[in-house]
């Protein structure tokens, strides 16, 4: 590999890390939120250079991603209008090393 192809590969993980990041921080204000509500702050977002639409699979992809790294879990009220909510919201307020980041991640973004 490359200098060059690993500065931008290290430059895409960045991005991805910071649409996590946003993810988790959207839902997270918002408590509970629907996809088109989330897909229209996308919209709106710095991180959204080309203001296009998040895509439904994208954002599942990105959920589970989420859960695997950072072990919160964002899961579906299917019950009251497919709302969107970390259901161990207690899990952001652990101080082990990954929420730690998480949380220095989401002050630096406000």
Same mark, same amino acid.
Request: aromatic content about 10%; overall charge neutral; hydrophobic content about 35%.
């Given at each position: 590999?490359?200098?060059?192809?690993?500065? /931008?590969? !290290?430059?895409? &993980?960045?991005?991805? #890390? @910071?649409?996590?990041? $946003?993810?988790?921080?959207?839902?997270?204000?918002?408590?509970? =939120? *629907? #996809?088109?509500? =989330? *897909? !229209?702050? $996308?919209?709106?977002?710095?991180? *959204?250079?080309?203001?296009?639409?998040?895509?439904?699979? &994208? #954002?599942?992809?990105?959920?589970? %991603? =989420?859960?695997?790294? #950072?072990?919160?879990?964002?899961?579906?009220? @299917?019950?009251?209008?497919? @709302?969107?909510?970390?259901?161990? %919201?207690?899990? +952001? *307020? !652990?101080?082990? &090393?990954?929420? $730690?980041?998480?949380? /220095? +991640? +989401?002050?630096?973004?406000?």
């Amino acid at each position: 590999m490359t200098m060059k192809s690993k500065k /931008s590969s !290290k430059i895409a &993980t960045a991005r991805l #890390f @910071k649409r996590y990041v $946003w993810l988790v921080d959207v839902i997270n204000r918002y408590e509970r =939120i *629907n #996809f088109e509500d =989330i *897909n !229209k702050k $996308w919209r709106n977002c710095p991180l *959204n250079e080309s203001e296009e639409d998040i895509p439904l699979r &994208t #954002f599942h992809d990105h959920r589970i %991603a =989420i859960e695997e790294m #950072f072990d919160i879990c964002i899961d579906c009220d @299917k019950r009251n209008g497919f @709302k969107y909510y970390i259901d161990n %919201a207690d899990e +952001l *307020n !652990k101080s082990d &090393t990954r929420n $730690w980041m998480l949380h /220095s +991640l +989401l002050s630096v973004a406000n």
